[in-house]
């Protein structure tokens, strides 16, 4: 009677038996091989810094250059930041009487530079456990919203529940300007979603034990804690923090004092005033000092240009031109853009102050016609002309306009 090379059930106890020259394997062997397999490769590819080769700063760079345009900057302060952070890691347990500390990031732009691409970017290349979370909906414990702790929820889901794993973390907190104080002086009534969660912030951004509810907070309170320590964690903030230009500019002009430094203000950008920013800028804005204080990198994205708009839509590995060939290149067809045509996206992205994130929503509104009528079609080509970009972006306003009214 044939059965199971492996577990020796016979035929009729498995539901399917695979004969081999030498022998046979049922489906629950198989089955059972397959997830050996899943776990033998996730354990390979998670990042441990004792065993595999660090990236160089310049060599993290080079990664990020393929997917993001421009911003050279905060390119340098990630690469370096992230390389010293695992080098910090890789220190541990040996003895070493020189301490490092952990270096958190915020990132300060408008929005649609980057920010978020970039700390996406960095931790596809590091292959460590990576989430972003919104700011925007943290409020003080026991308020409605969710908890500071949530944050490290979602690491842990990310990181399926490898509490190891998650503590080498990167977690990026996006919309942070959104929790500065609603006033200048220290709140007197409470501000729940503002000071209060940044109150909150300070024991994950320094470094402490945190009892982390595995399902999110207050809906299952009789589930366990775990414990997850944040020392390890790299912090990664960004935010737009709009008219903070207006304090910047305010804090360069009241430095005027003197024959040299009226000569230094003379050399002032007006037009980029973010490139000046500094921590006292933050503080100024309504982050508390003591948050300033925990994220000692701070770097600045540079508003899109016309020309490094146009490279978004061609240039990176993953750009919009490439994903929608892509896309049509599974239904068989070649799509192409004439420059005239992209060179029209990129001036209404400028006119409508919408940054890169744009872009898609401009193209999406270009291309949903002919991705819904051509696969069922003969067509094997397709050409993208200004006119044709011009006509459905004329007609997207007219809906918009007419579901307004």
Do not use: M, W
């Given at each position: 009677m044939d059965r199971c090379s492996?577990?020796?059930?016979?035929?009729?106890?498995?539901?399917?038996?695979?004969?081999?020259?030498s022998g046979h394997i049922c489906d629950l062997c198989i089955e059972q091989a397959s997830d050996i397999i899943k776990s033998e490769k996730k354990n390979k590819d998670t990042f441990d810094v004792n065993r595999a080769s660090l990236?160089?700063?310049?060599?993290?760079?080079?990664?990020?250059?393929?997917?993001?345009?421009?911003?050279?900057?905060?390119?340098?302060?990630?690469?370096?930041?992230?390389?010293?952070?695992?080098?910090r890691?890789?220190?541990?347990?040996?003895?070493?009487?020189?301490?490092?500390?952990?270096?958190?990031?915020?990132?300060?732009?408008?929005?649609?530079?980057?920010?978020?691409?970039?700390?996406?970017?960095?931790a596809k290349k590091l292959h460590v456990p990576f989430t972003?979370?919104?700011?925007?909906v943290l409020t003080e414990a026991g308020y409605v919203g969710e908890d500071v702790e949530s944050i490290l929820t979602r690491l842990l889901q990310v990181a399926d529940y490898n509490v190891k794993s998650a503590q080498r973390g990167i977690v990026f907190i996006d919309e942070i300007d959104k929790?500065?104080?609603?006033?200048?002086?220290?709140?007197?009534?409470?501000?729940?979603?503002?000071?209060?969660?940044?109150?909150?912030?300070?024991?994950?951004?320094?470094?402490?034990?945190?009892?982390?509810p595995p399902q999110?907070?207050?809906?299952?309170?009789?589930?366990?804690?775990?414990?997850?320590?944040?020392?390890?964690?790299?912090?990664?903030?960004?935010?737009?923090?709009?008219?903070?230009?207006?304090?910047?500019?305010?804090?360069?002009?009241?430095?005027?004092?003197?024959f040299s430094a009226s000569l230094d203000h003379e050399h002032i950008d007006r037009h980029n005033l973010l490139q000046y920013i500094a921590p006292q800028d933050l503080k100024s804005y309504g982050m508390i000092p003591e948050i300033v204080g925990r994220l000692p990198m701070l770097s600045y994205l540079m508003p899109l240009d016309r020309d490094a708009l146009r490279r978004i839509l061609t240039e990176p590995k993953n750009s919009i031109t490439r994903q929608y060939s892509k896309l049509f290149e599974m239904d068989h067809i070649e799509l192409s853009f004439q420059d005239t045509a992209l060179d029209y996206i990129v001036d209404k992205a400028i006119e409508f102050r919408v940054g890169a994130r744009g872009l898609r929503a401009i193209c999406e509104a270009v291309m949903i016609d002919p991705m819904f009528e051509l696969p069922s079609q003969k067509e094997t080509k397709l050409v993208i002309t200004k006119e044709f970009v011009a006509k459905k972006i004329d007609v997207a306003n007219v809906k918009k306009i007419r579901s307004a009214g």
């Open positions: 492996f577990c020796g059930r016979t035929k009729k106890e498995t539901g399917l038996l695979i004969a081999g020259v990236p160089k700063p310049a060599e993290i760079k080079k990664f990020l250059d393929l997917y993001v345009i421009g911003q050279e900057e905060a390119k340098k302060v990630i690469s370096v930041s992230v390389y010293n952070h695992y080098k890691l890789s220190q541990k347990g040996k003895g070493d009487e020189v301490e490092i500390e952990k270096s958190n990031i915020i990132l300060v732009g408008e929005t649609g530079t980057g920010k978020t691409l970039l700390a996406r970017t960095i972003i979370v919104d700011a925007t929790i500065a104080r609603k006033s200048d002086n220290p709140s007197i009534t409470r501000d729940v979603s503002g000071e209060g969660v940044q109150q909150g912030l300070l024991k994950l951004l320094e470094g402490s034990v945190v009892n982390v999110g907070g207050r809906k299952h309170p009789e589930q366990r804690l775990i414990a997850v320590d944040t020392t390890d964690i790299l912090f990664i903030c960004g935010g737009a923090f709009d008219g903070i230009e207006r304090k910047i500019g305010h804090r360069l002009n009241t430095k005027v004092v003197g």
